[in-house]
């Protein structure tokens, strides 16, 4: 073991620091009147689509009345904390952060209903349409949508939408990933506040609430629920990648028993529910893999609401190589999993990347390096960034965001990378809640809603192959009941319980973290596939292109070509090596820089790949 990387590599915090103002070149060449205006739910579009992005008002109060002049403009969707939102200030605990903007003149009848939607905002939220409380939602990482019809005035009035938000941070057990309020190591800057897409649709008053889209096993056949807020006449249309060519279709479906196979709960809150389904035969279908991403499109129609989506006939699943060792499956063949820790931060936004194409270019980067999985560590990203990992082909491992109080490094982090056969076996039930910081019952239950919420907000992305429940027994409890509970989503995909340690022997991998041992497969009695679920972690320090002139990494290499040379020695034959020993997959630490931690393949701005000549 390298003892001294590892006593290094203890995390500490920072808070004190002033990072450097590191942008992208995304972000120096933003169109404020255009931000991110691409729909942003690509798997449920509709024609109508009126996008709110842009510049609001804002105040910061003590008071939860609503404020009567406001500080300043802030630039919707990015969180207060970040340089693009123009405002660099944190929302702490106890503070209310207030939003107001007009909204834009539009049409619609007494045969219409106005849905207002909100990709994401961290973490309470209290919505005001002309005063009126249309609603609220808590948790910062789920979509949500709520009906004003009601609240609307009548003609060309001008409407007013008021939004408060709280965000407690890491100061209580909510889910917040790696936000800090003392940042520093490998915890980063907390932001707050709106930080996706808001936008208006206008739907019939009879309309699609929800749907779910599951390619069978047997890879002919795909089964598609879809749920409305009324009986109404509904059909289902496949088409080519390109819409020309119409696969099938489906004149009308069938309204099956509340607990029929296909039935997901999915239906839309406070709404009575019509369920429709149907299973249509795919002849000759063209399976998704990462080398040939084929995506069919998909036409519902329900009533007068029209629906366009697309889907993947692909299969994921663990299976026995041919030497016996059980590894995972793409499509019924054994598929190498060759993955990179992603964790969706940017140096000017964030957690919003500043455009699309952003977006686009760290999988387009990855995928050159010859990577063809990203996990996303405890983040839930916005619809576009799945969308174009199911249209460029790079496989998905989704991490639930954790939570939880005040984490115990000692029990949690330091001990078991130092001692994991000893200290990484604690079992993660009642009698040790508190060393998990999971002695609140209610944010017990909370995260139990939140994990359930995010696979049904996620469940039909074609590129998510695994669920990944716990990381390294951050606010880990009852692993092996949410292991139960994900799989009776039935969703055919696999189950990661616990990446790196306090192992509960269930789910589909024996996952493991190793930065400072020499890397190894070890058999799993529970005939679950191996998968190192992080390692790497070689951080290079870029002048220029980091926030902070301290180097936080797992082992440190002064230039990018003794980066270079220890990453192909480290792929070429360690892994390599293990592969042939039955090695699932893959976790490489990590895509880009944060902040402190300088162990990314891209510095935190983007603007240099550290292994560029490895780039294929």
């Known amino acids: 073991m390298d003892l001294i990387d590892a006593i290094k590599a203890i ?4 808070e004190d620091d002033v990072l450097h103002r590191l942008t992208t070149v995304w972000g120096d060449n933003l169109d404020k009147d255009n931000i991110l205006k691409e729909y942003p739910r690509p798997q449920f579009e509709r024609d109508s689509y009126i996008n709110l992005n842009g510049e609001w008002d804002y105040t910061f109060s003590n008071s939860d009345v609503i404020p009567a002049k406001s500080t300043g403009k802030i630039l919707v969707p990015f969180s207060p904390e970040c340089i693009l939102s123009g405002v660099e200030r944190q929302l702490k605990p106890g503070e209310y952060l207030w939003y107001k903007t007009i909204l834009p003149k539009f049409s619609y009848d007494d045969n219409s209903r106005v849905l207002l939607h909100f990709g994401a905002v961290d973490q309470r939220a209290h919505i005001f349409v002309n005063d009126k409380n249309v609603g609220s939602h808590s948790g910062g990482y789920l979509p949500f949508t709520l009906d004003i019809t009601d609240a609307l005035l009548p003609g060309g009035s001008e409407n007013k939408l008021i939004v408060m938000v709280q965000d407690d941070s890491d100061s209580s057990y909510h889910s917040r990933g790696k936000q800090t309020l003392k940042r520093g190591g490998m915890y980063y800057t907390a932001q707050s506040g709106i930080w996706q897409t808001v936008w208006l649709e206008v739907v019939p008053k009879t309309h699609i609430t929800a749907y779910r889209i599951l390619p069978d096993r047997d890879l002919n056949h795909v089964h598609i629920t879809i749920c409305t807020n009324g009986a109404c006449d509904v059909s289902v249309r496949v088409l080519d990648e390109d819409g020309a060519v119409t696969i099938a279709e489906t004149e009308g479906t069938t309204t099956p028993d509340k607990k029929g196979r296909y039935s997901p709960d999915i239906s839309q809150k ?34 007068k609401d029209k629906v366009r989506s697309y889907f993947a006939m692909r299969s994921f699943t663990k299976k026995k190589d041919p030497k016996g060792n059980p590894v995972f499956f793409l499509n019924n063949k054994p598929y190498f999993l060759n993955g990179v820790l992603d964790q969706g931060y940017w140096p000017d936004g964030l957690y919003t990347a500043p455009s699309d194409e952003a977006l686009i270019f760290d999988i387009t980067e990855m995928k050159k390096m010859g990577f063809n999985m990203l996990r996303k560590h405890i983040k839930i990203e916005a619809a576009r960034w799945y969308y174009h990992c199911d249209r460029l082909g790079m496989v998905v491992w989704q991490d639930m965001v954790s939570g939880g109080s005040s984490y115990a490094k000692p029990v949690v982090s330091y001990l078991p990378t130092l001692f994991p056969n000893v200290f990484g076996r604690m079992p993660d039930g009642p009698m040790n809640y508190r060393m998990f910081s999971r002695q609140s019952a209610t944010g017990r239950k909370e995260w139990i809603h939140e994990m359930k919420e995010t696979i049904q907000a996620l469940i039909n992305v074609p590129s998510i192959a695994v669920w990944v429940l716990f990381n390294e027994g951050w606010g880990q409890f009852n692993a092996s009941a949410a292991t139960i509970i994900a799989r009776d989503f039935n969703d055919n995909r696999l189950i990661d319980q616990a990446s790196g340690w306090f192992d509960e022997n269930g789910g589909d991998f024996r996952s493991v973290h190793n930065y400072f ?38 082992k440190k290499y002064d230039t990018p070509q003794l980066l270079t040379g220890a990453y192909k020695n480290l792929m070429n034959k360690t892994i390599a090596g293990l592969k042939n020993k039955g090695l699932a997959g893959a976790v490489y630490t990590q895509l880009s820089d944060v902040e402190e931690e300088v162990n990314g393949i891209l510095t935190y701005d983007r603007r240099i790949n550290k292994l560029s000549s490895l780039k294929k």
């Open 11 to 14: 995390d500490k915090s920072h």
């Open 270 to 303: 406070g709404t009575s529910t019509d369920t429709y389904t149907c299973s249509i035969s795919i002849p000759k279908p063209k399976l998704w893999t990462p080398e040939n991403p084929y995506l069919y499109k998909l036409e519902f129609q329900a009533g």
């Open 517 to 554: 041992r020499t890397l190894e497969v070890k058999k799993d009695k529970y005939d679950r596939a191996f998968v190192i679920s992080e390692y790497g972690g070689y951080a290079c320090y870029i002048k220029g292109h980091s926030s902070v002139d301290r180097i936080y990494g797992y």
